[in-house]
């Protein structure tokens, strides 16, 4: 009797350091945050807690942007908070979304990046990239 082994993607946690450096163009100021993605190769959904602290301003939106390497900017992919809406966002953020074959393939690749946008920055304030190393 002969045995099979089927591979099978893992799901995978990956941890996002924010800060105002990374925005592009870079702030100056305490800001920062971490997401906590978890990934999930079966159905290409991304589960996110996302917490940000020393913002200049009140939170008012947070995506996932890209495809966009780590000095360039991108459109949003996923809403991480309320969609359209620009209402006081409350640290941690939670929630989960489903991704398409070519966002999930930039996503493992490494071309996407987690930001948190404030009232005072509006094109975000702090910014993180999304290294699955997959």
């Known amino acids: 009797a002969g045995v099979t082994f089927v591979a099978q993607a893992q799901t995978k946690t990956v941890t996002v350091q924010m800060t105002e450096a990374q ?3 870079p702030h100056q ?3 920062a945050g971490t997401a906590t993605l978890t990934l999930d190769p079966a159905t290409k959904t991304v589960t996110w ?3 940000w602290h020393d913002l200049s301003s009140p939170a008012i939106m947070a995506h996932i ?8 900017n991108a459109g949003v992919l996923v809403w991480l908070g309320p969609k359209g809406k620009m209402d006081p966002l409350h640290s941690p953020l939670e929630g989960s979304a489903k ?3 070519a966002q999930w393939t930039d996503l493992m690749a ?3 990046y987690v930001n948190v ?6 094109g975000g304030e702090i910014r993180g990239q999304i290294a699955p190393g997959m």
Do not use: L, Q, R, W
Not at 65 to 72: D, L, N, R
Not at 117 to 122: A, E, G, L, S
């Open 23 to 25: 925005e592009v163009p």
């Open 29 to 31: 100021g305490a800001g």
């Open 117 to 122: 946008h404030t009232t005072k920055n509006k």
């Open 65 to 72: 942007h890209g495809p966009a390497s780590p000095t360039t």
């Open 49 to 51: 807690n996302v917490t």
């Open 110 to 112: 490494g071309k996407d």
């Open 99 to 101: 991704m398409t074959d």
